[in-house]
Structure formats: C-alpha cells, structure tokens
C-alpha cells in the first residue's frame, strides 16, 4: 500500500477552494440545464450523455455501461426509455448475432445536435463572463489538469 504525503496547508486550502469551486459549478450548471434540455429537446443530462456516447462509438449496452459507468440493468432502462422515444434503434449485430448493435436514429441525431447547442449556448454565456486573458489561462490549466500523460 502507498501512502500520499499530504499538500502543505497553504496548497490544502487551495485544494478546497478547488474541489469547492468545481462542485459550486457543477451543481450550478445542472440546476440550469436539467429544466433546460427538458424544455427543449425532452430528455435530461444522462439521456443526453447515453446518446452522445452512442453518437462516439459506443454501439454496445455493455460497452456503453461500462463507459458511462451505469449498473446495465439501469443501462438496459435508459435504452428503453430512449428506443421507445424514437432517440435510438436497437438491431442484431451483424458480426455477432447474440450481440445488440445501438445506432441513433435520424432524429436522435437531431436531438444530440440541438442540445450540443443548448449546451454551448449555457456555458458559452457563464465563460463570457470571464476576463479572456483569464479564460485563456482556465482552459490551459483545464487543460494541465486532464491531461492523462501527466507533467512531462
């Protein structure tokens, strides 16, 4: 088992700040989005999450699951939801015919497209807000953040 050294106590309250700031943010973006994609399009964040990640590449419910990181058996509801709205179609793999292929449908396109603009519109309108040389310098340290390479 390793053990972490803990951050300085200076860093320390940097990093609540951090984690403080982010679920500040999330939770904010959520309560605005959530009525907002229902309004328009009929779906919530998770739906649209399903879809776009079928839209990327992730045509099998196990796949998908395990992607998105939801139990299969609430996948496989998500799936029914979404096929009984006409978001997406289920056929027999052609390579495996035990295996279930997902594909959107035109309008589930449609839809993914419509609320990708939903969304840019929400949070281009709370980025806007930001200095650009400050904005320039959130995204670049996002950017540091994520990146799965780590420091070089």
């Known amino acids: 088992m390793t053990h972490t050294v803990p951050p300085p ?25 959530a009525p907002l994609l229902e309004e328009r399009h009929g779906i919530n964040p998770r739906m649209y999450h399903v879809l776009r990640s079928i839209q990327n590449g992730d045509h099998y419910p196990k796949v998908l699951a395990d992607h998105l990181k939801i139990p299969t058996t609430l996948m496989s509801r998500h799936l029914d939801g979404l096929s009984k709205a006409g978001l997406i179609e289920r056929q027999i793999d052609g390579q495996d015919s035990r295996r279930t292929r997902l594909s959107l449908t035109e309008r589930g396109e449609q839809v993914v497209r419509e609320t990708d603009e939903t969304l840019h519109e929400l949070v281009s ?13 959130l995204l670049a340290a996002l950017d540091a953040l994520t990146d799965e390479r780590g420091p070089e």
Do not use: Y
Request: glycine share 14%; proline share 3%; hydrophobic share 40%.
């Open 9 to 33: 106590t200076e860093l320390r309250q940097e990093v609540d700040r951090f984690l403080r700031g982010m679920w500040r943010f999330n939770r904010m973006l959520g309560r605005q989005l």
């Open 125 to 137: 309108g709370q980025l806007a807000r930001l200095d650009p040389q400050v904005l320039g310098g």
